[in-house]
């Protein structure tokens, strides 16, 4: 057991919040009871997930989406007033760190996708910033679309909108998770043979077709699952809590 102060200073410490310009406030956005046991980790902060914690008698849950973004309505109506009801109702703590899980160098999103799909010397694209936020790496072999985009349908379990952009076979490739498909002019300009992100545009496909880099959006849901967990475990590890990842199925 730990208090809620405590676990507040270790995923500071871990994720330097502090660091980086985001849409949203980083770290307690709830808060609950003082001393903390059981965390529940997952994705988004939605009803379900909420509802799951409460099932498991959770004492804090830790996200990647949580509340309170610039540009929302601050009225606390509606569904905000339901999920902030129950999480005050059972007195639990609610942590979120957006960009942070994203760009953190061993337990964030992208380095943990490079991890999960096997790609070599993952590192982040220099001058794009917060630094992180946009990975490259090596594929141990050349490979083409259609065995790229099935490996990503087995990592992922999802089966990727793809885009092939000539004929070129995918040894370079960039990544962003979530909703960073706006990044594939950097990766264009890079010299990479293919990117990939959570969410597509319109205008990403023609970036693709007329940059000739190939492009894949395989959910934003499925690209930002690994972080949060790998973050629980760290705390699971650390700190000796009982921490439980609840992936709530989202096929955006």
Known sequence: MISRTE??????????PEDIKDYC?????????????????????????????????????????????????????????????????????????HLPIDVHPEYGNNVQLAQLLNIQDARPMPGVAPQGIVYQGQLENPVSVQDLAQRFKQALGKTPLSEAAGNHKISKIAWCSGGGQGFIDQAAAAGMDAFFSGEVSEKTIHSAREQEIHYFACGHHATERCGPKAVGEYLASKLGLDVRFIDIDNPA
């Open 25 to 97: 406030p980083n770290g307690l956005q709830v808060e609950g009871k003082d001393r903390i046991k059981t965390i529940v980790t997952g994705v988004t902060a939605s009803q379900r997930l909420i509802d799951a914690a409460i099932e498991h008698q959770a004492d804090a849950i830790l996200v990647h989406h949580g509340y309170f973004w610039k540009g929302e309505s601050g009225a606390i109506t509606g569904m905000k007033k339901r999920r902030l009801q129950a999480l005050l109702a059972h007195d639990i703590s609610l942590f979120a760190y």
């Open 7 to 16: 676990l507040q200073t270790v995923l500071n410490n871990l994720l330097h």
